[in-house]
């Protein structure tokens, strides 16, 4: 069954929100465009208690895109955004969201990062996304989302990882930052990601 991840489809990572995402909004069409496409829709959702971990606020003296060593691994502080329950946490409101037939929310641990809709950052607790696929027998996965380069982008090395067949809508997704998102797309087609638009489906 052909099933399709929308990654964080928030207003925080579209213009505008706390963390925006270049011409993010743009990706809202061309989903709407192609769910009926899918079998399965799924989605995530980045979903942080107020103070969490992550966000630059929660630590004297830094401030948003500074890093600091956390939990023994790199952690990127962000302005404060996808607070549980807020504005900036609700899925943009022109999506169509009645495919969608479960949401999976991460980050919620205020100790813990999550960017994968797979796993945390450090690989310590599921979200049960995996177990779910391959409950239903899916195999072959496309993905759409924000921000293209942070949590599209370690939501497909999982992906990988736990042994999907992984496909990229090109034109579904925005990154944060375009240089670092080139670099990965020639990283991610090495290790088997099928890049393709939404014309292709
Ligand atoms: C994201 C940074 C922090 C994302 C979430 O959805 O790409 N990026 N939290
Ligand atoms: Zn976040």
Redesign the pocket.
């Known amino acids: 069954m052909k099933t399709l991840i929308i990654?964080?489809p928030q207003y925080d990572?579209m213009p505008g929100g706390a963390?925006e995402v270049k011409n993010g909004d743009e990706i809202v069409p061309v989903i709407n465009s192609i769910s009926d496409k899918f079998g399965l829709v799924v989605a995530t959702q980045?979903w942080h208690p107020s103070g969490h971990s992550?966000f630059a606020s929660s630590h004297e003296g830094k401030k948003p895109f500074d890093k600091i060593e956390w939990r023994g691994m790199e952690q990127?502080l962000?302005p404060d955004?996808?607070v549980q329950g807020s504005k900036g946490a609700a899925f943009h409101a022109d999506l169509e969201t009645n495919r969608v037939e479960a949401i999976f929310r991460k980050?919620m641990d205020p100790e813990i990062?999550s960017?994968s809709g797979f796993f945390d950052n450090g690989h310590e607790k599921s979200t049960g996304l995996s177990g779910y696929l391959k409950e239903k027998n899916v195999s072959e996965l496309y993905f759409a989302g924000?921000?293209a380069d942070?949590?599209?982008y370690f939501t497909l090395k999982d992906a990988l990882q736990e042994g999907f067949k992984v496909n990229l809508i090109e034109d579904a997704v925005r990154p944060?930052n375009a240089d670092d998102f080139e670099g990965q797309k020639n990283e991610l087609k090495t290790k088997g990601v099928q890049i393709l638009s939404s014309k292709d489906l």
């Open positions: 990654v964080d990572f963390l980045d992550s990127i962000w955004h996808c980050g990062d960017y924000l921000a942070i949590c599209v944060l």
